[in-house]
DNA sequence: CGATTCTTTGAAAACAGTCAATCTGTGTGG
DNA sequence: CCACACAGATTGACTGTTTTCAAAGAATCG
């Protein structure tokens, strides 16, 4: 079960996880399993774990006055799901995160992640690492909202994320790329056209 | 020139930084100035500095086939700016970051910031922390970019940034809204009409 | 005061959203 | 095995917000 985070992480690190270590791992990060629907966090809770995904594919969204889905994060194997503002910050989170497939994690509390920073120095390096790198995504994501047409940026995803486009249905894309379903199907209809 | 770093830097860690430690920083921030207009980082470079901004304030931006300033970033006193995904992976930036003031900034390559990473311990975890802060603004902006109406979008920076709305002029911040400088101006008639 | 720079206003056009109906495929229970 | 429900995808007509283009009015600065 800790197999695929042990690999994730010596992949990112410049040495090798030693026994003590994956052992302090293993015991902080507590296998979760959520079958398809079930929320892994829901709004106006305070965060309470962070997860990394095993297997399995994750949607974090707002839903508006008028019941709406908004899209804001997709999230499948060998990436981190959570809303870690809620969760550091002791605060009600404004997203749900439900299982959009049976989702396997395994999760960690913040006094046990905190606990991990103390004993294991390489875990705030890691730690700024991977924020760093989300920090580039994220602007990324950011400006391609900004500059980009409806069209644009779905070409933009299928060279960033093409498995998305497999893993998830076309109304899921299109809320995630900030457009209707319909403007969605309509892009791919002309696309179609050449 | 480097007491508003220290102090920055102070009010972020659990102690103060020792006469060592502030030597240290003094050693490899080194200052910079900036005129109005002037670049700090311009498209196709790859970036050698990150920045504290002590006094001025700066612009991020793409420029697009047409000839138009796209902003994605807006920085004053006491924020980190350069594109850290240049600088960390050797890649030319995208960006253009200029002064929009006369600015004093304080720099460090990325060699000396490594230098320091592995001389501080507690460089580590300090930059975890700003990152994941700058992961939280970022995730809000880009919500909002997503599902707010351009006047929701304006209240939203009221709340958030009122200091940018008296620093930069109108047509500044309606691109770092994602606007245009006309439906701004519209937006702010409007408004008024109440 | 002349020259930028910034802001406002108007009219037309474009892009995407909404609403509603239909079509498709998939799977489940009777 | 069929019928039906359900989730997903498509299409059309209409609406609406925002953009674009153009011009002119205000403010600021050397």
Redesign the interface.
């Known amino acids: 079960m800790h197999q695929g985070l042990i690999e994730y992480i010596n992949n990112k690190i410049a040495t090798k996880l030693n026994d003590s270590e994956i052992a302090q791992i293993k015991a902080v990060f507590k296998p979760k399993t959520l079958r398809k629907h079930q929320f892994f966090l829901e709004e106006g809770e305070v965060s309470k774990y962070g997860g990394f995904v095993i297997k399995g594919a994750l949607k974090q969204y ?1 839903i ?1 006055e008028s019941g709406k889905e ?1 899209i ?1 994060g997709l999230y499948v194997e060998n990436w981190w799901v959570g809303d ?2 809620s969760q ?1 910050n002791n605060t009600p989170t404004p997203y749900y995160i439900d299982a959009f497939e049976n989702t396997e994690l395994l999760v960690v509390s913040k006094e046990d992640f905190v606990s991990l ?1 103390s004993q294991m ?1 390489f875990v ?2 890691l ?2 690492v991977l ?2 790198k ?3 995504q ?2 990324r ?3 391609a ?3 980009m047409t409806a069209e644009q940026r779905l070409n933009d995803l299928e060279k960033t994320y093409p498995e998305f486009l497999q893993r998830f249905p076309q109304h899921i894309i299109a809320s995630y790329l ?1 457009m209707t379903k319909e403007t969605l199907s309509r892009i791919r209809a002309n696309s179609l056209k050449k």
Request: no cysteine; glycine share 8%.
């Open positions: 707002t508006d908004n804001i870690r503002e550091m920073l120095p705030s390096e730690g700024r924020s760093e989300r920090n580039f994220l602007l994501r950011l400006h909202t900004q500059v900030g």
